[in-house]
């Protein structure tokens, strides 16, 4: 059983390109989030999914995108890459609101 | 607004001394909390979390924490440390909502042992 996977787990990007963050779940979870965590700062909510076809935002969605097309995978867009957007970003998933966060291991993004 | 204080971003003890991470909360509603662990290059993974029923919690590896309402702590404590401790330890809790599916973390506390 594979949990939460996320590729790349490394990337560097210049300012202004875009890519894709993949994560992708084998546990059949109905909820998925996309977190950022910086030095310091703990983990802040990018977006949220509690099904297929529905997601909202977190606590700092500016500058991404997120889809759910599926309950599998949860993928994070960054359109126009910005140094602020330097982070470690983890993926999670959970059977219901109640249940513990499952996190992925994390893809660690550079900006220059 | 909920929101999580850590005191202490770094904390060091000697392989089999008491670990003490500190961690207040701020809520209007009853909070559920939740410490998670980070080793390093990996995910978080839940230690043990509190919704509610018992005021103190047994979690995995040793680990407990005591809900003090009267305090807002929520501090996460093992008598006997172990090398296999070092991380970083967060705690959380759930959004305003009260939902679990919007945790506020804390800032972290990093948890050095040495020999």
């Known amino acids: 059983n594979a949990g939460v996977t996320q590729t790349p787990k490394f990337r560097i990007l210049k300012i202004g390109q875009s890519m894709t963050l993949q994560c992708t779940q084998d546990m059949n979870h109905n909820y998925m989030y996309w977190y950022r965590q910086d030095p310091g700062m703990g983990l802040k909510l990018i977006y949220y999914?509690?099904?297929?076809?529905?997601?909202d935002k977190g606590e700092v969605p500016n500058g991404y995108n997120v889809s759910r097309s599926t309950t599998e995978d949860f993928p994070l867009r960054l359109e126009l890459a910005a140094p602020s957007q330097t982070s470690v970003y983890f993926c999670?998933?959970?059977?219901?609101?109640?249940?513990?966060?499952?996190f992925g291991n994390g893809t660690r993004l550079t900006v220059t | 607004a909920q929101s999580v204080t850590q005191l202490g971003s770094h904390v060091s003890v000697s392989e089999g001394a008491l670990v003490l991470l500190r961690c207040n909360y701020s809520s209007s509603v009853p909070p559920y909390l939740f410490w998670y662990v980070q080793y390093p290059n990996q995910g978080l993974q839940l230690l043990l979390k509190?919704?509610?029923?018992?005021?103190l919690v047994k979690g995995i590896n040793g680990f407990e924490a005591e809900f003090k309402k009267s305090e807002t702590s929520f501090h996460l404590t093992k008598p006997s440390a172990h090398m296999s401790d070092a991380a970083e330890y967060f705690c959380a809790v759930s959004g305003d909502s009260g939902g679990y599916n919007k945790l506020i973390f804390g800032a972290g506390t990093r948890l050095a042992v040495h020999p």
């Open positions: 509190y919704t509610s029923a018992a005021t």
């Open positions: 999914s509690v099904g297929a076809g529905i997601t």
């Open positions: 999670a998933s959970s059977y219901s609101p109640e249940s513990p966060l499952h």
